[in-house]
């Protein structure tokens, strides 16, 4: 079980009402589907008349301790958080969405390269030894290849900058290197790493969620899937939701969120999976 240290200044105070309405959303994923994500049409127009809104950017200014990031000044950013993103099924699913929104909108990784590594965690743990989805078996289950790029016992505890691969390229660098050659107009300008904003907004979870997630008030939409499944529940509960209802009490708007996945199928491995026929990327690198 994680554990957390929270300023002061920053603790989101849950009170007996946010409690009550906490636990009937975990309980209940329609209800949690509909308090929490936003359509995408909607969301689109939506941000577009809250541009106008001063009252709201004044809130924005006021609260953000570390400001908004220069990544979101040029245009609105539709936005995925991944500690490294690579071009899984996941993340070309966010790219083919983003792709269909206006000129105005320009897709933005956001990566936490500061992180700590642990294998414990689905998307750490799938950056260092990738599965590649080669379709159903006869019997219908999943048939996947995987290729191991890292040293687990060698970088266990480190931080990800620190990671690198079985041929000595940063892991970093090497997804990132993936990504940008799948898809050519993804450049340098769509990633932002996020570790020093994140720790100038206090460095754990419990304290940067609430200044993240004012960052969908006005600026961007941010695309994601808050998991209700065991090993997601308790930083939903704990962490996701206590700063979701802070910032639209505090506002009077809600963050806007999209579902990334289908929420019926939301947490199948499928989605860490890349497609089959660019194995050849990662052997090549390898020499496997």
Sequence with gaps: MPTYETTDLLKINVDDETKEL???????????????????????????????????????ERS?????????????????FRQIATPNYEVR???????????????????????????????KYNLCKMSFYAGTGKKGGQKIDRVNIVDFNR???????????VWGQKLGDFHREFLTQTYSHIDN???????????????????????????????????ENFMLDVKEKEFTRDVFLPAFIKVMKESGYRPLIVALEPTEIEGDSFWMCHPHNTIGFVKNKSNI
């Excluded at 953000?64 to 995925?80: H, T, Y």
């Excluded at 970088?155 to 691969?165: A, C, V």
Aim: proline content about 2%; hydrophobic content about 40%; aromatic content about 16%.
């Design 22 to 60: 906490i636990d009937r959303l975990i309980s209940d994923r329609e209800a949690f589907s509909e308090f929490v994500y936003t359509p995408l049409l909607e969301a689109v127009n939506e941000l577009e008349k809250r541009k106008r809104n001063r009252g709201l950017l004044s809130y924005i």
């Design 64 to 80: 953000l301790v570390a400001g908004v990031p220069d990544a979101f000044e040029d245009k609105s950013c539709a936005v995925m």
């Design 93 to 123: 699913r966010f790219i083919s969405v983003a792709d269909v929104l206006s000129d105005a909108f320009k897709p933005l990784f956001f990566e936490y390269l500061e992180d700590k590594f642990t294998d414990n965690n689905e998307w």
């Design 155 to 165: 970088f266990k505890g480190k931080r990800l900058s620190e990671i690198t691969t």
């Design 189 to 223: 300008t769509s990633f932002y790493d996020a570790s020093g904003w994140f720790s100038k907004c206090g460095g754990n979870a419990k304290d940067y969620y609430v200044h993240f997630l004012r960052l969908f008030l006005q600026h961007g939409i941010l695309f």
